[in-house]
């Protein structure tokens, strides 16, 4: 079993860190936010998932400050859009970088539609979309208490928006939305087509 400190590995060995690849798959925070001049964007990050369910909390990571951030701490709300294999290429159109300001929606040819509690637009093809109010910003530490300029932003899930059409007997078809993930490296995605279940032991 290979065993190495992160900032002691074989270069020779693995090429690229494999920490992405190896924690993988991961949902894809593709958020929507507006700052407090009207502004807005929609931008996916690597780093983001469900972190409890009562209540609901989404948390996603920004590395440095960027627009995400800054708007999310000006307005205290946020949208999380589901990505699919459907809006894949318009994801990776909004992880463009873009001028502040300009609107990733228009970059990416998408739709906005209005959110029915906090004042982020959605996008309009995601099958699912929640809508967030921020409950906690803060920058990550490490070890030694230093800052790592990466910032968590959770929010409370106050509004959810589901697709009917992706439901049947009273359960979310999440193989038919087919959810694309984040995996390694720098341009690994994997798609979600289908589901096997286990029960819990007694």
């Known amino acids: 079993m290979l065993f190495y400190t992160p900032e002691t590995r074989d270069k020779s060995l693995l090429r690229h860190d494999p920490f992405k690849a190896i924690i993988a798959p991961r949902p894809i925070g593709w958020v929507t936010t507006m700052g407090k001049d009207g502004a807005i964007n929609l931008a996916p990050y690597s780093f983001f998932n469900a972190v409890a369910d009562r209540p609901p909390i989404l948390v996603f990571s920004s590395v ?62 995601a099958p699912v979309a929640m ?18 300029d990466y910032w968590i932003v959770l929010g409370q899930v106050v509004g959810v928006h589901i697709d009917p059409a992706y439901i049947a007997d009273g359960v979310f078809k999440l193989a038919e939305v087919k959810p694309i993930a984040r995996c390694g490296y720098l341009a690994d995605y ?6 096997f279940q286990m029960g819990r032991p007694g």
Do not use: Y
């Open 64 to 125: 440095g400050v960027k627009d995400s951030l800054t708007f999310a701490r000006e307005t205290g709300e946020f949208v999380w859009n589901m990505p699919t294999w459907d809006l894949r290429n318009e994801m990776n159109a909004t992880s463009a970088t873009l001028p502040r300001g300009e609107n990733e929606f228009l970059h990416a040819g998408l739709e906005m539609a209005p959110s029915n509690l906090v004042r982020p637009p959605r996008v309009a093809k």
């Open 131 to 148: 809508e967030c109010k921020v409950t906690s910003i803060q920058e990550l530490k490490d070890v030694e208490d230093k800052g790592t």
């Open 190 to 195: 994997a798609v979600v087509e289908d589901l």
